[in-house]
């Protein structure tokens, strides 16, 4: 029986740059973001010392979306995700190792709110509605405009169809 680890993250900090959503080939969403997190200590002399961590995050899936819609620069965020160590090859051939998060939760400050993922998600599935065929609407107009988004619907979807090579992406 092999005895129980955690491998836990917690961080309140800022973002340092807009997220940056992506689709893999198979069409699954990733983002990464950077948090910087502070800590400052007097020295035994009086002095204030200030230090700032740099953080890569990553999210994957639906979580990934959510950053993307309403995360940006600055915001201060407080987010729990897991720490991961990966090794790849650089264009100029080089091994390399990374650290990153990847994220699990999240809630956003700053906007008078505080709003976890789960919350964010049931906000999402309210706002979507299902709608049958166009027939089934009594409003011709309507029609026009559910047809319009499936329209739309189908742009975007041939969009993160691109060919991007899973090994490529720096993060």
């Given at each position: 029986?092999?005895?129980?680890?955690?491998?836990?993250?917690?961080?309140?900090?800022?973002?340092?740059?807009?997220?940056?959503?992506?689709?893999?080939?198979?069409?699954?969403?990733?983002?990464?973001?950077?948090?910087?997190?502070n800590r400052s200590w007097?020295?035994?002399?009086?002095?204030?010392?200030?230090?700032?961590?740099?953080?890569?995050?990553?999210?994957?899936?639906?979580?990934?979306?959510?950053?993307?819609?309403?995360?940006?620069?600055?915001?201060?965020?407080?987010?729990?995700?897991?720490?991961?160590?990966?090794?790849?090859?650089?264009?100029?051939?080089?091994?390399?190792?990374?650290?990153?998060?990847?994220?699990?939760?999240?809630?956003?400050?700053?906007?008078?709110?505080?709003?976890?993922?789960?919350?964010?998600?049931?906000?999402?599935?309210?706002?979507?509605?299902?709608?049958?065929?166009?027939?089934?609407?009594?409003?011709?107009?309507?029609?026009?405009?559910?047809?319009?988004?499936?329209?739309?619907?189908?742009?975007?979807?041939?969009?993160?169809?691109?060919?991007?090579?899973?090994?490529?992406?720096?993060?």
């Amino acid at each position: 029986m092999s005895s129980r680890s955690l491998n836990r993250v917690i961080l309140i900090g800022n973002l340092t740059r807009d997220p940056e959503l992506k689709y893999t080939p198979s069409g699954t969403a990733v983002c990464s973001f950077g948090v910087a997190t502070n800590r400052s200590w007097k020295t035994a002399d009086g002095e204030t010392k200030e230090e700032t961590q740099y953080h890569r995050i990553v999210a994957w899936q639906k979580l990934a979306e959510l950053c993307g819609k309403l995360l940006t620069k600055g915001r201060k965020i407080y987010l729990e995700g897991r720490l991961v160590y990966r090794t790849f090859t650089g264009r100029d051939g080089q091994q390399r190792t990374v650290s990153e998060i990847v994220l699990d939760d999240f809630i956003v400050f700053g906007d008078g709110r505080k709003t976890t993922v789960e919350e964010q998600i049931q906000t999402e599935e309210t706002k979507t509605q299902v709608v049958g065929p166009a027939e089934e609407m009594p409003n011709p107009e309507e029609n026009q405009i559910v047809n319009k988004q499936k329209e739309e619907t189908g742009k975007k979807g041939k969009e993160k169809n691109e060919d991007v090579n899973p090994d490529d992406i720096p993060f």
